[in-house]
């Protein structure tokens, strides 16, 4: 069976000691380090904006995946591309025009992420699918880390690895929360190319040997 990439989610790291969690990332066997942008309007919480990016930025050594939960995320594309992001996702229910956003991202050198609320529907990205770098899909309500995992994401999962074979789109699939060693085995095998896990992470007694647990 593959194995899936890693993206710890630095929202559950030490903010105390954000450098040392980020060494700490760069250590592991994780490919990403995943940073939640929450501006308290699209999700109810805010997590951190530039400056902590940027710090972020100065130490890592790994790519970083910047998942947008921001309302209007076009006003800050060009910001995030300065910061180094790799991959950018926005959110699906905030893009009015989101084919030209995703052009937008690839025009700026990044990656394009879409990512998905649990009630949305995969079959709107149908149209778009093929230009999408990866698929983000939430399996749990964005806005807090520490949640339950919605069951119903296995079946998403495979619903959007059929369009993106059926399309014939190179697109990855993501899954962010609630992610343990206890479903990431079924998670890749549903579909799922990169796992996000934040507090699973941070909080556990040897980050380094959870990351390396779950790539399986």
């Known amino acids: 069976m593959k194995k899936a990439s890693i993206a710890p989610s630095l929202l559950a790291a ?15 066997e994780a490919e990403y380090h995943h940073i939640d942008v929450m501006d ?16 972020i ?23 995030f591309a300065n910061l180094g992001a790799h991959i950018l996702t926005v959110h699906y229910e905030e893009c009015t025009h989101l084919h030209r956003t995703i052009q937008a991202i690839k025009a700026l050198g990044m ?30 309500n964005p806005g807090f880390g520490g949640q339950s995992f919605i069951e119903n994401t296995y079946d998403k999962i495979k619903a959007t690895k059929a369009l993106i074979t059926r ?22 095998e549903a579909g799922a190319d990169i796992l996000v896990a934040g507090s699973f992470v941070f ?5 380094i040997k959870t990351i390396k647990e779950l790539k399986g």
């Open 167 to 188: 399309k014939k789109s190179s697109a990855l699939i993501e899954v962010d929360g609630g992610v343990t060693t206890a479903n990431s085995k079924k998670l890749v």
């Open 14 to 28: 030490d903010f105390g000691n954000l450098q040392r969690d980020v060494e700490m990332v760069n250590s592991s």
């Open 40 to 55: 308290g309007v699209f999700v109810p919480n805010i997590s951190y904006g530039m400056p902590v990016v940027k710090s």
């Open 111 to 140: 990656k394009a992420g879409v990512a998905l609320n649990p009630h949305t529907n995969v079959m709107l990205l149908e149209d778009i699918i093929q230009d999408i770098d990866v698929v983000l899909i939430m399996s749990v």
């Open 57 to 79: 930025q100065k130490h890592a050594t790994k790519p970083l995946d910047v998942h947008l939960m921001i309302v209007d995320p076009d006003r800050y594309l060009e910001e």
């Open 203 to 207: 909080k556990s007694a040897d980050p």
